[in-house]
């Protein structure tokens, strides 16, 4: 199958925007894809004379194709919290998170959430996915059997927590090692899953749990790490009290060694220099999550000062903190997280973040995150057209910058058109395949 379209892929990190070798921009574009992959990319006038007279081509018009949105922080099971209080972190977790994530252990209600999840996540042009799951081992059987009959590529865990939390969503230490082992061998590396050791947060593992989950850590070394760090005031000031050994509260999971590549670290609103540039050298990556932060008041992430220490970050939805699961409201609302500071974020360098740059940041570049020749060909189709006000404004654009600005703030689940998994459609009306290949 061939698409035809405007088609955008980066290449590097755009920074201001500036840098056009950062980005590859076919405006009248085409894109070969077979058995799942991208076989082609590159202007429609030189890829379609070269291929077979007979290829069904789908002819996207200038709407634009994009690789699909990566989230590199979202908790499915808080899928039904979204727009649930509006306390700060510690409330917020013990009145609404805590009480709907026991309801996880039912496998067939964490069955009906994960189909609702990635239904909604196809809407949004979102495929790929770092997600907490909850405590109990059937919300990861439920979300990973879900995620494989779709053929995504997600990755995800079984929460680890032992204390200062509700009884009943406590593991032992020992519970923690035997599921997670258990779940590991299960799914890790099965077709396009991975396994994240997921501790929720520093407060809510005993050391002797942290162990645990530096064994697993060692004992599968190409296990994905997901957690969270320095959020919010409160919870850090909680963290100095249970782990008063700790220079800070990085410092609590780099001495159990959960700093590493494919480490990724969400929020990280409150780090000093010292702790930037240790995350930066040890491979780890954080998840900078606007809405999130801004629902529940935790706090600005420096964009900044990130790009100074050399800490990669992708841009994360944090769904049920956050309120919403689409990418372009995200972006808009990390840019004004920037604007608040005196920074700026790019409409290029956004939309690298949702695409090649979380990608990075998780270690799968190559395979998602870009529509290079040989990547998976999970793909989405932005629609220019999606309300009265995005079609007047983008028929202005003077430029690609302009397009995706005016995607990114006034964009919502409607502008995504179509999303694709595999080559294969999974949203949207199904676009009429023709054979005309003139280019
Ligand atoms: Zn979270």
């Given amino acids: 199958m061939v698409h035809r379209g405007q088609i955008l892929s980066f290449v590097s ?15 009248e574009g085409a894109m070969l894809v077979e058995d799942g992959r991208i076989a082609a990319l590159g202007p429609a006038a030189a890829i379609l ?5 007979d290829i069904p081509v789908t002819d996207h018009g200038r709407n634009l194709l994009l690789p699909g949105f990566i989230d590199n922080h979202i908790h499915y099971a808080q899928s039904d919290v979204i727009g649930a209080g509006g306390r700060q972190l510690l409330d917020w977790l013990n009145d609404y998170t805590f009480v709907e994530e026991r309801r996880f252990g039912d496998p067939e209600h964490a069955r009906e959430v994960a189909d609702f999840f990635f239904d909604e996540l196809a809407r949004n042009g979102t495929t790929s996915a770092l997600v907490f799951c909850t405590v109990h081992p059937e919300s990861v059987d439920a979300f990973f059997g879900a995620a494989a009959r779709r053929r995504l590529r997600m990755i995800a865990g079984k929460v680890l927590m032992d204390r200062n939390a509700p009884k009943d969503l406590c593991d032992s230490p020992a519970a923690a090692d035997t599921e997670s082992r258990a779940l ?3 799914w890790g590396g099965q077709d396009r899953l991975h396994y994240a050791i997921t501790p929720r947060f520093a407060p809510t593992s005993s050391p002797a749990q942290l162990q645990v989950a530096a064994r697993l850590a060692q004992d599968f070394p190409e296990a994905f790490i997901h957690s969270h760090l320095a959020e919010n005031h409160a919870e850090i000031l909680w963290v100095k009290e249970l782990f008063p050994a700790a220079r800070s509260y990085l410092d609590v999971y780099d001495g159990y060694g959960l700093l590493r590549e494919r480490a990724i670290y969400a929020h990280c609103i409150y780090l000093d220099e010292a702790d930037r540039r240790r ?13 999130s932060n801004l629902y529940l008041g935790s706090g600005l992430f420096d964009l900044a000062v990130s790009d100074a220490a050399g800490l990669p970050f992708s841009v994360a939805t ?12 995200t972006l808009d609302e990390a840019r004004k997280v920037a604007r608040l500071q005196g920074e700026d974020l790019s409409p290029l360098r956004a939309f690298y973040l949702a695409t090649l740059g979380a990608a990075r940041c998780l270690r799968l570049d190559g395979q998602i995150g870009t529509l290079e020749p040989h990547s998976e060909a999970d793909f989405i189709v932005l629609d220019l057209e999606a309300t009265p006000l995005i079609a007047r404004r983008t028929a202005a654009a003077q430029s690609l910058s302009d397009t995706l600005r005016i995607l990114m703030t006034l964009g919502d689940d409607r502008a995504i058109k179509a999303t694709y998994i595999l080559g294969r459609q999974v949203h949207g009306v199904p676009a009429a395949a023709g054979m005309s290949r003139s280019a």
């Fill in 13 to 27: 990190d755009p920074g201001d925007g500036a840098d056009a070798a950062s980005y590859q921009h076919f405006p």
């Fill in 49 to 53: 004379p070269k291929l077979p007279r």
């Fill in 184 to 186: 590991l061998e299960r």
């Fill in 279 to 291: 995350m930066a050298a040890s491979g780890a990556a954080a998840a900078f999550c606007p809405t």
């Fill in 318 to 329: 944090d769904v049920g903190g956050g309120s919403s699961f689409n990418m372009l409201r």
